[in-house]
């Protein structure tokens, strides 16, 4: 997993740093773990992040840094998964489980089997569910593969771009009618 910038002729950027925050829009949180772990290149040399650019420099960001997930049993389960690649994973989630780890479900939530999975591929990461839904709710949730994708994420939450429908399937005769306007998530 890595992120790869050029600088280019109209550059307006004067070292690596604002490429990292202005191209990139890196967290200082994970800025500073990348500095620590030696993450960040120029030109494929580790460098600081004080380093000024040229024209044609490449700047490359490596977000394989291993993390620890042991607060999460590992537990094996069937996962009906819609969409994955390296930066996150889809699952179509039934009803009845639980997203994150509890007293309850120790060993038996989507985290457990989405730590399982990462074992299984090699993936040393901790486990990010982005989208969460409640227990007996059945749907789609999305969990980032790395801190960076997991901030992303959040921040078209948080700027209202990033679009959640609802479909309610309801059984039986309801009592009242009622209309809710909700602001899209």
Known sequence: MELKYTVKENNIYKKVQDVLIKEFELSNRLLTKLIKNKNIYLNNKITDTRAKININDIITVNLDIEEDNSNVVSTKMELDIIYEDEWFIIINKPPGIAIHPSCMHYKTSLSNGIKYHFDKIGLHKKIRPVTRLD???????????????????????????????????????????SRHHRTSH
């Open 135 to 177: 227990f007996n709710t059945s749907g789609l949730c999305i969990f980032a593969k790395c801190e960076y994708i997991q901030e992303q994420f959040s921040k078209q939450m948080a700027e209202n771009t990033f679009k959640k429908e609802y479909l309610c399937i309801a059984e039986g005769i309801l009592d009242k009618k």
